[in-house]
């Protein structure tokens, strides 16, 4: 039997506090469905084949080149009818459903969206904690608490990794050429990531440091660079189409289109404090918010006076800055789901209006494709949030944590999980997923690119 003082420290051991979270988070999520919640009301459309199946001149079927069953000797040329046409309306009709957690089922990937919400919550509530229990960096990760934030933390990132890996293949979810661009930029990010962890360019451009890795995990660095260009290329410009959409840039004044007031603030935000915090790490934009660098620097003194922040500031709004922007991507996540959805009705509205006799066929199947891939635009949309929000726990859990571990050392690259190490990573994701959206913006904005 225990007694009160045994019960006493049990319950005040951090091991037992973090086991206990999780496991009661993961009982919670199990019954509360909150990623079904998160994505409920949304409005999804249905491009019907035929409406009106019984009536004779509206059968359903898309006339033909040639009639079948007529030899090419049997064709002639027919003279141009001077009747007036008469459109049918009932094949430009598109039907309008709210989706519930019945729909939600019948989508693919919406069980790993699930399991990946739940994951990184349960992760990102464990490091949480970890940031307000009392604990010694000499004890271990074992005595401290900290083992469990970091195995969950690191497993929630490879559940990301992999979760990357098959929705960035998916067949018919995106083009074969963005594909390939997509994989092309990924060489090119490694490329850069290996001049730029080795030193030889970017030491006066970027406020990074890589003294506490060598060797090979220099090399992994580099790889994992690669692999975000790689990912982020197509979610990018998804989410670029969404804020172009949801901030009505097109003019269209199409109620069924553009989103509201609030959503559009929060899009807006959203990508401007993401340009924000991404520029917090290159050093000349840096230098403007330092106070010591405004003293020494005459010009930049002119610029903005004897202004700004310690270093030690700067650092602790830097951490804030890429937790308020990881936060507003994923409350952001609604918006941009729903304006992925409503780009599927604004091709329907074009192809309408396009020509006297429209072709419908084209944008029945893009309703189609986005009423089908729906769950995974929000794993694109919501796993580089996660993948932020992850690393910058990381880098908060404490430095030289596994040092007295050596074993665990031998397995694993214990200074990746340096605290410079994974802010840098965090900040990567937030910097190349904010390259790949102004780019993006910048060719719509000059006509390059355009909504079909």
Request: glycine content about 6%; some cysteine; charged content about 15%.
């Amino acid at each position: 039997m225990l007694n009160s003082s045994s019960l006493l420290l049990l319950l005040s051991n951090n091991l037992f506090l973090q086991s206990a979270l999780a496991l009661s988070l993961s009982l919670f999520l199990h019954f509360i469905k909150i990623p079904s919640l998160l994505l409920s009301a949304l409005f999804t459309y249905v491009h019907p084949d035929d409406v009106a199946p019984n009536n004779a001149s509206s059968n359903g079927v898309r006339a033909a080149i040639r009639r079948p069953g007529v030899n090419d000797s049997e064709l002639k040329p027919r003279k141009k009818s001077k009747e007036r046409f008469e459109f049918d309306e009932n094949k430009a009709q598109i039907f309008r459903l709210k989706l519930s957690d019945g729909h939600l089922q019948t989508r693919i990937y919406f069980v790993d969206f699930r399991s990946a919400f739940n994951s990184v919550f349960v992760s990102l509530s464990c490091l949480l904690l970890h940031c307000f229990l009392k604990k010694s960096e000499d004890s271990g990760v074992v005595k401290n608490g900290s083992f469990v934030p970091i195995l969950l933390g690191v497993l929630g990132v490879g559940r990301i990794f992999i979760l990357f890996v098959r929705i960035s293949f998916e067949r018919s979810a995106s083009k074969l050429a963005d594909k390939q661009l997509s994989v092309v930029l990924g060489f090119l990010g490694f490329v850069v990531a290996v001049v730029l962890v080795h030193g030889v360019v970017g030491k006066g451009i970027f406020d990074v440091c890589f003294d506490a890795v060598h060797g090979f995990e220099k090399l992994f660095i580099a790889i994992f660079m690669g692999f975000i260009s790689c990912f982020l290329y197509m979610p990018a410009v998804r989410i670029t189409h969404a804020f172009w959409l949801g901030t009505d840039q097109l003019r269209c004044n199409l109620p069924i289109v553009s989103c509201g007031w609030f959503a559009r603030l929060l899009l807006h935000a959203n990508y401007l404090f993401m340009v924000f915090t991404s520029m917090l790490w290159v050093k000349p934009f840096a230098d403007l918010l330092l106070i010591d660098q405004n003293v020494r620097t005459e010009h930049v003194r002119e610029l903005v006076g004897n202004v700004g922040m310690q270093k030690s500031e700067f650092s602790n709004f830097r951490l804030w800055c890429l937790l308020v922007s990881g936060l507003l991507q994923i409350l952001s996540l609604r918006s941009n789901v729903q304006m992925y959805l409503n780009e599927a009705v604004l091709c329907w509205y074009q192809r309408l209006h396009a020509s006297k006799v429209p072709d419908l066929g084209y944008s029945r199947a893009k309703v189609f494709l986005h009423n089908h891939f729906v769950c995974l635009v929000v794993l694109q949309f919501f796993l580089p949030a996660s993948m932020v929000l992850l690393f910058l726990g990381l880098s908060q859990v404490g430095d030289n944590l596994l040092t007295n571990y050596q074993g665990i050392c031998s397995l694993f690259p214990c200074s990746l999980l340096d605290k410079e190490v994974t802010l840098f990573m965090a900040w990567l994701v937030l910097f190349v997923w904010m390259i790949y959206t102004s780019v993006t913006l910048v060719l719509f904005r000059q006509g390059i690119l355009y909504f079909s």
